[in-house]
């Protein structure tokens, strides 16, 4: 049961362009969705949010774009910098089942210098 | 900066024997999680905890799995008889509240199963 679906396990570019991650979702009810950077040998830390009554938040070189017709979301991250290489986990969560968040399998970035 | 932090960093134990994993949320949330990554597949959420009870669970979590909160500052996921596929880095979570706050992850536990 993938709720969530990272269809890239894997992305490289390079340093100082555009690195596009995307997530699509099954669940019409998710209204919350977050990013998750994760580090080898740590655990995850979040990123950026956004709710379902936006379909745009930026942080800096991080935004977030929300699609909900289409139920998708992507993050990118511009300029890429070589500190950014991780794994970057989508999850999403309804008002519904509260603090459970479901998550997305993870797409592994590699910015190379 | 506050963290949360996570003993062991891998266990290792065989199979049918309970393992008990620790965390030490930060100190001032009061929302605590377990999550479990299976090696190459998605996190996967077990169970949150609330004022000294199970707040929700997965369907993962079943009768094998508890939690508790000792003293205070631990939280800890008892699985009672383990079984290989436990095997899998288990994540702890806080947070200061329920719902759409952000949620702070533990360096995590491996367990491995024998």
């Known amino acids: 049961d993938q709720q969530v679906k990272q269809n890239s396990p894997s992305l490289s570019v390079q340093e100082g362009r555009i690195s596009i991650l995307n997530c699509d979702y099954t669940?019409?009810?998710?209204?919350?969705f977050l990013w998750y950077k994760k580090y080898p040998a740590e655990g995850p830390t979040f990123l950026i949010s956004i709710s379902s009554i936006k379909d745009k938040n930026e942080d800096g070189r991080f935004t977030v774009f929300l699609n909900k017709s289409a139920k998708h979301l992507s993050l990118h991250i511009v300029p890429s910098q070589p500190g950014d290489s991780a794994v970057y986990f989508c999850?999403?969560?309804?008002?519904?089942?509260?603090?459970?968040?479901?998550f997305g399998t993870g797409t592994s970035l590699t910015v190379i210098p | 900066e506050p963290e949360v932090t996570q003993t062991p960093s891998h266990q290792v134990t065989q199979m049918g024997q309970e393992v008990i994993l620790r965390c030490v949320p930060i100190s001032n949330h009061l929302y605590f999680y377990w999550y479990r990554q299976i090696l190459g597949q998605k996190v996967e959420f077990l169970v949150s905890f609330y004022n000294n009870e199970i707040s929700e669970k997965s369907e993962i979590f079943d009768d094998q799995f508890s939690v508790e909160r000792p003293d205070g500052s631990n939280f800890t996921l008892k699985i009672r008889s383990t079984k290989l596929e436990d095997s899998a880095m288990y994540f702890c979570?806080?947070?200061?509240?329920?719902?759409?706050?952000?949620?702070?992850f533990g360096p995590g536990t491996r367990l491995t199963v024998l």
């Open positions: 979570a806080s947070s200061k509240s329920p719902g759409f706050d952000e949620q702070f």
């Open positions: 669940n019409s009810m998710f209204d919350y």
């Open positions: 999850a999403a969560s309804s008002s519904n089942t509260g603090n459970q968040f479901y």
